[in-house]
């Protein structure tokens, strides 16, 4: 696909992206170093210092960046890194999450730079997971950073638990014990989406409901159809939704809802995937409805939580590579869990 990229890396060019203008030139002094890329460690859901990102273009100022290996993985139901993407306006440029680490962080820095040498001026972060965030760690000075209210108030007061539990995930030797909380500048709230206008593209972050955390948002831009589902829509089928937190059925709810707000022709990047269209949320939906629905019989026939996770087995939903993490050890029991309240 000709619009494609995927760059070579080499940090030093990142010190030294000024346009000629009076405007000192944005430096990015935590990608000096060149990166160290290793090889993928199958203990890991996915190795981050093993992960190439790429960037698309989606339309007019738009580029969605994910892992380079989503046309082989995302079909055959193998986790992916995080998703993320920039868009460029006359005044800057806004980032789509910040990555898990150092490595990704400037990557993604990398893939922006490739395209424009305007500066970085704004981030949302679509929830508190680290995957998402941790790389606000590395931005420079006066870099705008958007979150919801909770997801801010989730990081100031457990920022050593999501450091634990990606080192559980993604390994302790992918350099997460150099990361440091930094607190949001814009807080955005349930009812009060935050706008943006970045010189000839505007840039809405929406809460539409609980989707992996209470604290999740929708970035949006209008004029290109353009969405971001962060965690909340985690992949395309055959992947399904990690109820970590629980609440199947409001992010059922919220799913469906998003769904409907979108036209036919949108196009979506979901947290850890490559860009598909508004028919991508239909799988995790009906994953969802129908997941609600056995676990609820089973109950209903008195059964314990180990003989629903052995009767809510649901084959036409399988494919999964961490179905029996997503679904058996963490989905069932926890809606097991919820519906016996
Ligand atoms: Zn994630």
């Known amino acids: 696909m000709s619009t494609l990229r995927s760059i070579a890396l080499f940090g030093s060019f990142l010190l030294g992206s000024g346009c000629g203008t009076s405007a000192p030139p944005q430096t990015f002094d935590a990608c000096v170093a060149p990166p160290k890329l290793t090889a993928p460690n199958p203990m890991y859901v996915w190795t981050p210092n093993a992960i190439r990102l790429a960037s698309q273009r989606l339309g007019e100022r738009v580029y969605a960046v994910y892992d380079s290996n989503a046309a082989s993985h995302s079909k055959a139901g193998v986790p992916l890194a995080t998703s993320g993407g920039f868009v460029v306006g006359d005044n800057g440029v806004l980032l789509v999450e910040s990555m898990i680490n150092r490595q990704l962080f400037c990557q993604m820095i990398a893939l922006v730079r490739a395209e424009t040498e305007k500066p970085i001026t704004h981030v949302i972060n679509t929830s508190s997971h680290g995957d998402h965030s941790f790389g606000n760690a590395f931005l420079p000075a006066g870099v705008h950073i958007v979150q919801h209210q909770r997801t801010a108030a989730y990081i100031a007061e457990h ?36 706008v943006v206008d970045l010189g000839g593209v505007e840039v809405t972050a929406r809460y539409y409901g609980f989707g992996q955390t209470g604290g999740d948002l929708f970035v949006h831009v209008p004029a290109q159809k353009v969405l971001w589902t962060g965690n909340s829509l985690v992949a395309a089928q055959p992947a399904v939704p990690w109820l970590l937190a629980g609440h199947a059925q409001e992010v059922s709810t919220t799913l469906a809802q998003v769904r409907a707000s979108l036209p036919a022709d949108t196009v979506v990047v979901p947290g850890h995937d490559h860009p598909t269209g508004a028919h991508g949320f239909d799988f995790s939906v009906n994953y969802l409805n129908t997941l609600l629905s056995e676990v609820g019989a089973a109950k209903g026939r008195g059964l314990s939580v180990e003989q629903t996770v052995a009767a809510v087995s649901m084959p036409s939903f399988q494919g999964y590579k961490i179905w029996d993490w997503i679904h058996k050890a963490v989905n069932v029991p926890g809606t097991y869990a919820e519906l016996a309240r």
Not at 164 to 177: I, V
Not at 183 to 191: H, K, M, R
Request: glycine fraction near 6%; proline fraction near 6%.
């Open 159 to 194: 920022f050593q638990e999501d450091v634990a539990f990606m080192k559980m995930n993604f390994g302790a030797d992918q350099g997460l014990d150099e990361l440091h909380p930094v607190a949001a500048d814009t807080l955005v709230s349930d009812q009060t989406p935050f």
